[in-house]
C-alpha cells in the first residue's frame, strides 16, 4: 500500500503539471496532501507534517540559494562571466576550443544557476561557433554538461544543498568529493560524448541552430568588463573558502590539535550562509563598486535576481513537504523493511530511486528532495555509510534522462533548431551518460575514501 501511495502521488503530480498545465508549487500542495490522507497520517497532523517539510527545507537553502542567485547576477549584469568565458576560449585556441567551453561553463555554473548560465553563455557559445565555422552543438554539448554537472553535484545549488542537509552530509566534504566527481564526469560526457554523438544523430551537428531564439542578449565590449582575475576570484570565492575551512577542519581532527579560537573562526567561516555572504559581499564591491556602478544598479540587481527565484523557492519547499509525508507517512520505512537482508549499495539505491523520481516528474530539484525522504530511513540500518557520496549519489540519479517533461528539453531543443528526435539523441542521451558516468565515479570514490 505504501507503494502503490506514493505510484499514485507521482502519476497524479504528473497530471496536474503535465494535462491541467498547473502550477508546480500547487500541484505538490494537493499531492502532499492526498498522499497524507492516503497513507494514514492524522488529519490533525497532515498540515503540521508538512509545514515542518516546507520550513525545514526552505529554513536551510533560502539563505544560500538568494545569495547564490544575487552573486550570480552581479557576474553576469557586470560582464564577469563574459569575461571569464571569453578569456578562456581566447586563451586556449581553436584547437582546443571545447575544453575552453568545458572550463568556463564549470566556472560560470558554479557561480549561477542553470538555466541562467544557460541563457547567459548560449550567445557565445553561437557567435564562437559563428566565427570559428563549426555548428553551435559542437559546442553546445560540453556547455551543457558542465552546467548540468554543476546543478546536480555542486553546492550551493538547490538539489546537492538541501539533500545534503536532509541527510545531515558537510557541504564543504560534498562540494570536494563533488569537484572530484564532477571533473572526470564532464569531460567523458561533454568532450568523448560529442565525438560518439556526432555518429549517433549526423543531422544535429549540421543545424546552425535558432539565433532568433537568443533574444536581443546584451553585448557588451570586453574592455569594459572587469579583469579575468576579479571575475575568475568573484565566481570561486564562495569554492575556496568552504572547501579551505573544510580542508583545515580535516586537518584539525586528523592531527587532534585543540579546536582554539583561530579553529572556531575558521569553522564559523566555513558555514555555507556565512561563506555565501562574504562572497556576496565581495562581488558587490568587485562586479559593481569597483567597476562603478551606482549602488542603485546594484540593489535592483539583487532585488531582480531575488525575485526571479521566488517562485523556485517555492517548488522547493514543495518538494520538502512531499519528502517530510513520505517520513511521516512510513514510506522510507517500509521500503528500507523490503531492503532488509537484501545486499544492495545504498548508493545505487539513492542513484535508481532519483533517477526514478527525475524520469517521472521532469524536476530533478524535486526528484532530488523527494529520494531523501525515501532513503533517511534506510541509513539508520546501514551504519557507516559515506552521507556525501549518498548526497552526490541522490544528485546523479537527479540528473538522468532529461525529456519531454522538463522544461530544458524545450529551451535547448528551440535553442539549437532540433526536432524532437535529435533532441532526445543529444540532450537527453548526454544527460543519461553524465548521469551513469556519475555514480560510475561515485562508486570509484566510495572505494577510496
Same mark, same amino acid.
Given at each position: 500500500m505504501p507503494l502503490f501511495m506514493v505510484l499514485l502521488g507521482v502519476i497524479l503530480l504528473i497530471f496536474l503539471i503535465s494535462y491541467f498545465k498547473l502550477n508546480t508549487f500547487v500541484s505538490l500542495l494537493i499531492v502532499s496532501f492526498v498522499i497524507a490522507l492516503g497513507l494514514g497520517i492524522p488529519l490533525k497532523n497532515i498540515v503540521g507534517t508538512i509545514e515542518t517539510g516546507m520550513g525545514d527545507t526552505l529554513g536551510h537553502i533560502a539563505i544560500i540559494f538568494g545569495l547564490g542567485a544575487m552573486l550570480g547576477r552581479l557576474l553576469a549584469d557586470a560582464g564577469g562571466a563574459q569575461r571569464i568565458a571569453m578569456t578562456l576560449i581566447d586563451k586556449f585556441g581553436e584547437k582546443r576550443i571545447q575544453w575552453a567551453v568545458i572550463i568556463a561553463s564549470f566556472i560560470v555554473g558554479i557561480a549561477m544557476f542553470f538555466e541562467v548560465g544557460l541563457v547567459l553563455l548560449l550567445p557565445i557559445i553561437f557567435s564562437i561557433a559563428k566565427e570559428l565555422h563549426i555548428k553551435p552543438i559542437n559546442l553546445g554539448i560540453p556547455m551543457l554538461a558542465a552546467l548540468l554537472v554543476t546543478h546536480a553535484f555542486l553546492p550551493p545549488h538547490p538539489g546537492p544543498t538541501v539533500?545534503?542537509?536532509?541527510?545531515?552530509? #558537510? *557541504?564543504?566534504?560534498?562540494?570536494?568529493?563533488?569537484?572530484?566527481?564532477?571533473?572526470?564526469?564532464v569531460i567523458i560526457s561533454g568532450i568523448f560524448f560529442t565525438k560518439l554523438d556526432r555518429k549517433i544523430v549526423p543531422t544535429a551537428f549540421q543545424k546552425d541552430g535558432n539565433v532568433i531564439a537568443l533574444g536581443n542578449a546584451k553585448d557588451r565590449p570586453l574592455e569594459e568588463t572587469p579583469s579575468f582575475g576579479? #571575475? *575568475?576570484?568573484?565566481?570561486?570565492?564562495p569554492v575556496i573558502i568552504l572547501m579551505s575551512a573544510t580542508i583545515i577542519s580535516m586537518i584539525q581532527e586528523l592531527t587532534g590539535f585543540h579546536k582554539g579560537m583561530v579553529f572556531q573562526i575558521i569553522e564559523f567561516l566555513g558555514n555555507a550562509d556565512v561563506a555565501m555572504l562574504i562572497s556576496l559581499l565581495l562581488a558587490v564591491y568587485t562586479m559593481g563598486i569597483k567597476q562603478r556602478i551606482p549602488l542603485k544598479h546594484i540593489g535592483n540587481s539583487c532585488g531582480s535576481a531575488a525575485a526571479a527565484i521566488g517562485m523556485m523557492l517555492l517548488i522547493i519547499g514543495g518538494g520538502g513537504a512531499f519528502k517530510q509525508v513520505l517520513i511521516d507517512g512510513g514510506v522510507g520505512k517500509y521500503i528500507a523493511s523490503l531492503f532488509n537482508g537484501v545486499n544492495i549499495s545504498p548508493i545505487i539505491l539513492a542513484w535508481i530511486i532519483a533517477a526514478i523520481l527525475r524520469i517521472a516528474l521532469g524536476s530533478a530539484t524535486v526528484a532530488a528532495i523527494s529520494t531523501a525522504g525515501l532513503v533517511i530511513p534506510m541509513l539508520a540500518g546501514t551504519p557507516g555509510v559515506n552521507l556525501a557520496l549518498i548526497t552526490l549519489a541522490t544528485g546523479a540519479g537527479s540528473a538522468i534522462c532529461s525529456h519531454v517533461n522538463d522544461a530544458s528539453f524545450w529551451i535547448i531543443k528551440e535553442y539549437f533548431g532540433f526536432d524532437m528526435k535529435e533532441t532526445f539523441l543529444t540532450w537527453t542521451l548526454m544527460s543519461t551518460v553524465l548521469s551513469i558516468v556519475g555514480l560510475i565515479m561515485i562508486l570509484i570514490m566510495n572505494l577510496i575514501v
Open positions: 539533500i545534503a542537509a536532509s541527510y545531515q552530509a #558537510s *557541504i564543504g566534504i560534498v562540494l570536494i568529493y563533488g569537484i572530484i566527481v564532477a571533473i572526470p564526469t576579479i #571575475s *575568475i576570484l568573484t565566481a570561486m570565492f
